[in-house]
C-alpha cells in the first residue's frame, strides 16, 4: 500500500465534531495511524527499532503502560502473565515488519477489527475505512450473509453471534484476548488471557459496603488517570436511574483539580429530567439539561450507523446527539455507568435452572424478530442460515462459564449484548472525547461478581446507593417512580404506577405524565417527517436491502404499514431494518 489510499482513509475517520490530531508511524512494512480528538483521547505510542507499539485508551496500573512502550520485544514475552492482573478500557497494538500482535480489555469496550489481505494484515477500529484499503489491495469484498441474519434476528438486543462482521474477511478481535498475528504466513494465534469468575456470597451487608468501596475506589482511579493525563472537564452522564446516581455519589469524594459536572438529556417531557436535577442538586453537581425534540435525532442517523459499524442501530441514536453536545461544552472526557448496570442488574437473567428453560428465555430475550418473522422477512436463499444461525446461538449460550442456568445467562449478557451493543455505542461519545468506564476495574467488578446469584436488580443498585449516600436513595427511581428505599412491594406497585404514568402521557397527547423514554422510536417513525423521511428509504425499489437479495420488500412495507396505522408498534424492528441500509449505502461494496 502507499500513502494515497491511507491518507484517504485517514480524511474519511476524522471526527466531525471536534478538532483532529493525526499521527502517522511507519517501521519498513507495518503502517500506523492514529486519529483522534485533539486533547482528549487517551493515547500513547512508540516508534523504535524493534516496532511499533500504540496503546489506545487508559491501562491501570500506569507500571503496565511504561512496560508496553519501553520495551516491545519484553513485553511480547511477558503479555499473556502480565495481562490478567491489569484493568482498563484499551487496545494495544504491537507492530513489525513480520508480525502484529493486537491485545483487547477484559471486556472489549474498544472494537479492534482485522482482516488479512495478500501481502499482509489490515487492523484497525472502523469497518468501512478498512474495506476502502482492502480495495486497493484488489481484494474482492462481500457482505457476510450469516452475519446479516444475525444481525436482522438479534438486532438492537445482541448483534452479530460471534467475531464476524458485516464484511466476509473482516473480523472482531475477542475481549480479553491476544491475537499473534504472522503477516508473511496469515496464520493466527489467539490466546484467551482472562475470564470473569462468578463466587457466590450470601447476600449481606459486608458485600454491599465492599461493593461501594470499589466503585468509589475505582472512580478515584479513573479521576487520577485523567487528571495525570492532561484531561481538565470531565463530566457525568446523570440519569434518572440507580447506576449513575451510584457515580455521583462517589464522585462527592474527589478532591483533584478536574472540573466535574453532570449531564441529562431527553425531551422536555422525559421523565429522566426532573429526577436527575435533584440527584445533581445534593450530589453539589453543576448540572446541565439537554433538551430535544424527536425531529432533532434524525440528522444524526448517518453519523451513528458511521460511528458504530451499525452494531448499536439507529434506536440508540441518543449517544451520538449527546457526543456533539458535549463537545460544545469543551468536556474532555465523559464517565458512563454502562457495564455497572449489567453487573447489577443482570439484563438476561434467568430465574429458571432447567435448561430448556434458560435457552427459551435467553432466546425470547434475544429476538427482535421470532422465527416465523423470520421466515417471511428473508428472501429465499438466506432462509436456509437460520438453522446454523441457531445452533450458533444455542452453542453460545451453553457454553459461557458457569455451573448453573443464573450465572450463564449474566455472563451470556457479558459476551454478547454488553461487547456488541453497549460498548461499541460508546465509540459514538469517543467521537468528542474519552470516555471513563468505572466498572471495568477489577476494585469494583469484583464485589459485582460475588453477587450475581442474588442479583434482585433494583435491590442491590438501592442498597449501593443508600451505602454511598442515603439522602439519594430517597429520590424516586426513574423505573418505578418510588423511592429506591423503599421495600421491594412497593417497587413492584410503582412499575404499575409507572404505566399508569405513560398510558396518561398517551391519551392526553403529551399534556400530562412522562415521556417514558430518552428516544420513543415508535413514535418519532410516526410523528416526525424527517424520521418518516428515513422510513420512506424502505419504500424505494433502489433500497439495497432488497436489491442484495437480504429481505422481501412486501413483508417489509407490511410492517412500515401496519405501524404507520398504529395497528402494531414495529419500531425496534423498523430500526434494525433502516439501519442496515444506512450501512451499506456508506460502505459502498
Given at each position: 500500500?502507499?500513502?494515497?489510499?491511507?491518507?484517504?482513509?485517514?480524511?474519511?475517520?476524522?471526527?466531525?465534531?471536534?478538532?483532529?490530531?493525526?499521527?502517522?508511524?511507519?517501521?519498513?512494512?507495518?503502517?500506523?495511524?492514529?486519529?483522534?480528538?485533539?486533547?482528549?483521547?487517551?493515547?500513547?505510542?512508540?516508534?523504535?527499532?524493534?516496532?511499533?507499539?500504540?496503546?489506545?485508551?487508559?491501562?491501570?496500573?500506569?507500571?503496565?503502560?511504561?512496560?508496553?512502550?519501553?520495551?516491545?520485544?519484553?513485553?511480547?514475552?511477558?503479555?499473556?502473565?502480565?495481562?490478567?492482573?491489569?484493568?482498563?478500557?484499551?487496545?494495544?497494538?504491537?507492530?513489525?515488519?513480520?508480525?502484529?500482535?493486537?491485545?483487547?480489555?477484559?471486556?472489549?469496550?474498544?472494537?479492534?477489527?482485522?482482516?488479512?489481505?495478500?501481502?499482509?494484515?489490515?487492523?484497525?477500529?472502523?469497518?468501512?475505512?478498512?474495506?476502502?484499503?482492502?480495495?486497493?489491495?484488489?481484494?474482492?469484498?462481500?457482505?457476510?450473509?450469516?452475519?446479516?441474519?444475525?444481525?436482522?434476528?438479534?438486532?438492537?438486543?445482541?448483534?452479530?453471534?460471534?467475531?464476524?462482521?458485516?464484511?466476509?474477511?473482516?473480523?472482531?478481535?475477542?475481549?480479553?484476548?491476544?491475537?499473534?498475528?504472522?503477516?508473511?504466513?496469515?496464520?493466527?494465534?489467539?490466546?484467551?488471557?482472562?475470564?470473569?469468575?462468578?463466587?457466590?456470597?450470601?447476600?449481606?451487608?459486608?458485600?454491599?459496603?465492599?461493593?461501594?468501596?470499589?466503585?468509589?475506589?475505582?472512580?478515584?482511579?479513573?479521576?487520577?488517570?485523567?487528571?495525570?493525563?492532561?484531561?481538565?472537564?470531565?463530566?457525568?452522564?446523570?440519569?434518572?436511574?440507580l447506576d449513575s446516581r451510584a457515580i455521583a455519589a462517589a464522585l462527592s469524594l474527589y478532591r483533584g483539580?478536574?472540573?466535574?459536572?453532570?449531564?441529562?438529556?431527553?425531551?422536555?417531557?422525559?421523565?429522566?429530567?426532573?429526577?436527575?436535577?435533584?440527584?445533581?442538586?445534593?450530589?453539589?453537581?453543576?448540572?446541565?439539561?439537554?433538551?430535544?425534540?424527536?425531529?432533532?435525532?434524525?440528522?444524526?442517523?448517518?453519523?451513528?450507523?458511521?460511528?458504530?459499524?451499525?452494531?448499536?442501530?439507529?434506536?440508540?441514536?441518543?449517544?451520538?446527539?449527546?457526543?456533539?453536545?458535549?463537545?460544545?461544552?469543551?468536556?474532555?472526557?465523559?464517565?458512563?455507568?454502562?457495564?455497572?448496570?449489567?453487573?447489577?442488574?443482570?439484563?438476561?437473567?434467568?430465574?429458571?435452572?432447567?435448561?430448556?428453560?434458560?435457552?427459551?428465555?435467553?432466546?425470547?430475550?434475544?429476538?427482535?424478530?421470532?422465527?416465523?418473522?423470520?421466515?417471511?422477512?428473508?428472501?429465499?436463499?438466506?432462509?436456509?442460515?437460520?438453522?446454523?444461525?441457531?445452533?450458533?446461538?444455542?452453542?453460545?449460550?451453553?457454553?459461557?462459564?458457569?455451573?448453573?442456568?443464573?450465572?450463564?445467562?449474566?455472563?451470556?449478557?457479558?459476551?454478547?449484548?454488553?461487547?456488541?451493543?453497549?460498548?461499541?455505542?460508546?465509540?459514538?461519545?469517543?467521537?468528542?472525547?474519552?470516555?471513563?468506564?468505572?466498572?471495568?476495574?477489577?476494585?469494583?467488578?469484583?464485589?459485582?461478581?460475588?453477587?450475581?446469584?442474588?442479583?434482585?436488580?433494583?435491590?442491590?443498585?438501592?442498597?449501593?446507593?443508600?451505602?454511598?449516600?442515603?439522602?439519594?436513595?430517597?429520590?424516586?427511581?426513574?423505573?418505578?417512580?418510588?423511592?429506591?428505599?423503599?421495600?421491594?412491594?412497593?417497587?413492584?406497585?410503582?412499575?404499575?404506577?409507572?404505566?399508569?404514568?405513560?398510558?396518561?402521557?398517551?391519551?392526553?397527547?403529551?399534556?400530562?405524565?412522562?415521556?417514558?423514554?430518552?428516544?420513543?422510536?415508535?413514535?418519532?417513525?410516526?410523528?416526525?417527517?424527517?424520521?418518516?423521511?428515513?422510513?420512506?428509504?424502505?419504500?424505494?425499489?433502489?433500497?439495497?436491502i432488497y436489491k442484495s437479495g437480504i429481505v422481501n420488500k412486501d413483508f417489509v412495507i407490511k410492517l412500515?404499514?401496519?405501524?404507520?396505522?398504529?395497528?402494531?408498534?414495529?419500531?425496534?424492528?423498523?430500526?434494525?431494518?433502516?439501519?442496515?441500509?444506512?450501512?451499506?449505502?456508506?460502505?459502498?461494496?
Amino acid at each position: 500500500l502507499n500513502e494515497k489510499p491511507l491518507n484517504e482513509v485517514v480524511s474519511k475517520i476524522k471526527s466531525p465534531y471536534t478538532d483532529n490530531e493525526v499521527v502517522k508511524l511507519r517501521l519498513c512494512n507495518a503502517y500506523v495511524a492514529i486519529v483522534i480528538p485533539k486533547g482528549r483521547g487517551l493515547y500513547s505510542y512508540r516508534l523504535s527499532d524493534d516496532g511499533v507499539a500504540v496503546l489506545y485508551g487508559y491501562i491501570y496500573p500506569d507500571s503496565v503502560k511504561e512496560l508496553v512502550l519501553r520495551d516491545v520485544g519484553s513485553f511480547r514475552k511477558q503479555i499473556a502473565g502480565v495481562l490478567s492482573r491489569v484493568d482498563g478500557s484499551f487496545t494495544i497494538v504491537l507492530a513489525s515488519n513480520d508480525a502484529v500482535r493486537t491485545v483487547t480489555d477484559k471486556f472489549g469496550t474498544r472494537p479492534m477489527y482485522y482482516s488479512f489481505f495478500g501481502g499482509g494484515v489490515l487492523f484497525g477500529t472502523r469497518i468501512n475505512p478498512m474495506v476502502t484499503l482492502l480495495k486497493y489491495t484488489g481484494k474482492s469484498v462481500k457482505l457476510d450473509e450469516e452475519a446479516v441474519v444475525s444481525y436482522l434476528w438479534f438486532g438492537n438486543r445482541i448483534g452479530i453471534l460471534g467475531d464476524n462482521t458485516f464484511v466476509k474477511n473482516i473480523y472482531l478481535a475477542p475481549a480479553a484476548s491476544i491475537l499473534n498475528i504472522n503477516t508473511r504466513t496469515g496464520r493466527i494465534e489467539k490466546i484467551e488471557y482472562w475470564r470473569p469468575r462468578i463466587e457466590s456470597k450470601e447476600q449481606e451487608e459486608a458485600p454491599i459496603r465492599d461493593l461501594a468501596r470499589g466503585l468509589t475506589s475505582s472512580i478515584l482511579k479513573l479521576l487520577k488517570i485523567a487528571e495525570e493525563r492532561g484531561l481538565k472537564r470531565v463530566c457525568l452522564m446523570l440519569s434518572g436511574g440507580l447506576d449513575s446516581r451510584a457515580i455521583a455519589a462517589a464522585l462527592s469524594l474527589y478532591r483533584g483539580k478536574l472540573e466535574i459536572f453532570s449531564i441529562t438529556m431527553g425531551t422536555k417531557k422525559c421523565d429522566e429530567i426532573p429526577i436527575a436535577s435533584r440527584v445533581a442538586e445534593i450530589s453539589r453537581l453543576k448540572h446541565h439539561v439537554i433538551t430535544y425534540k424527536l425531529e432533532d435525532l434524525a440528522d444524526y442517523a448517518i453519523y451513528h450507523v458511521r460511528f458504530t459499524d451499525t452494531f448499536t442501530p439507529i434506536n440508540n441514536i441518543s449517544a451520538t446527539f449527546l457526543a456533539d453536545y458535549i463537545s460544545k461544552l469543551r468536556c474532555d472526557a465523559v464517565i458512563v455507568g454502562f457495564l455497572l448496570d449489567a453487573m447489577l442488574q443482570g439484563h438476561f437473567l434467568v430465574r429458571a435452572h432447567a435448561l430448556r428453560r434458560y435457552l427459551n428465555f435467553l432466546y425470547k430475550r434475544s429476538s427482535v424478530f421470532n422465527h416465523e418473522e423470520m421466515l417471511h422477512l428473508l428472501q429465499r436463499p438466506l432462509k436456509k442460515l437460520l438453522p446454523r444461525i441457531l445452533r450458533n446461538f444455542v452453542g453460545a449460550a451453553l457454553n459461557v462459564n458457569g455451573k448453573d442456568p443464573v450465572v450463564k445467562s449474566y455472563l451470556f449478557d457479558l459476551a454478547t449484548r454488553q461487547r456488541r451493543l453497549i460498548c461499541y455505542g460508546l465509540e459514538c461519545l469517543r467521537e468528542s472525547g474519552e470516555v471513563l468506564i468505572p466498572a471495568v476495574f477489577e476494585d469494583f467488578y469484583r464485589g459485582a461478581f460475588t453477587l450475581v446469584r442474588d442479583i434482585r436488580g433494583l435491590n442491590i443498585r438501592a442498597k449501593l446507593v443508600t451505602t454511598l449516600n442515603a439522602k439519594l436513595s430517597l429520590i424516586p427511581y426513574q423505573g418505578t417512580l418510588i423511592p429506591p428505599i423503599m421495600p421491594t412491594m412497593c417497587q413492584k406497585l410503582g412499575y404499575l404506577i409507572k404505566k399508569l404514568s405513560q398510558m396518561m402521557y398517551k391519551l392526553t397527547k403529551d399534556r400530562m405524565g412522562y415521556e417514558p423514554t430518552y428516544f420513543d422510536l415508535d413514535k418519532a417513525l410516526r410523528e416526525s417527517p424527517k424520521w418518516r423521511g428515513l422510513l420512506r428509504l424502505l419504500f424505494n425499489d433502489d433500497c439495497l436491502i432488497y436489491k442484495s437479495g437480504i429481505v422481501n420488500k412486501d413483508f417489509v412495507i407490511k410492517l412500515v404499514r401496519e405501524h404507520l396505522t398504529g395497528t402494531k408498534n414495529h419500531g425496534e424492528k423498523l430500526g434494525v431494518l433502516i439501519s442496515l441500509e444506512v450501512f451499506l449505502r456508506n460502505l459502498d461494496l
